[in-house]
């Protein structure tokens, strides 16, 4: 799952310089993604395809502030398919088990935020019915 991640990051980094990942930045995800994995609010998905991991989904139950009625959310952290292995129904099958344990935990609603920058992604995930919800902007300053 590593090198899939450290892909991800690599690409996005192409189009947005903000995914630029520290060299050493693998060590602290592959950590992020152990601490998750243990957590109760976390699950991570994987597809295998000749004797490797082609993809991994990582999806977490997130809280809304206190001051909404709905208290919690499925929040699908990541999505990655190796490019060789998409456009063959891996990515859809990583996000419906997700979508599946959603629905075990009582969640009714799930956030994605993708890279506006990442046409395939933001493809991907309207076609899995997904539609915009909030815009985040940005402002560089100099220093």
Not at 6 to 31: C, N, Q, V
Not at 52 to 64: H, K, M, T, W
Request: hydrophobic share 40%.
């Amino acid at each position: 799952m590593v090198e899939l991640w450290k892909g991800l990051m690599d690409f996005h980094a192409t189009r947005d310089p903000i995914f630029t990942r520290k060299p050493d930045g693998e060590k602290a995800w592959e950590t992020f993604m152990r601490e998750n994995m243990a957590k109760d609010k976390a699950c991570v998905f994987v597809a295998e395809g000749d004797r490797r991991i082609v993809g991994y989904c990582l999806a977490l139950i997130s809280n809304y502030p206190p001051v909404f009625s709905t208290p919690t959310h499925g929040e699908l952290m990541d999505l990655m398919v190796h490019e060789e292995y998409r456009r063959l129904g891996v990515g859809e099958r990583l996000f419906n088990a997700a979508k599946a344990w959603y629905s075990k935990q009582g969640i009714h609603r799930i956030e994605v935020r993708v890279a506006v920058t990442n046409e395939i992604s933001t493809g991907f995930w309207r076609k899995m019915g997904f539609k915009p919800y909030l815009e985040t902007l940005t402002l560089g300053l100099a220093n």
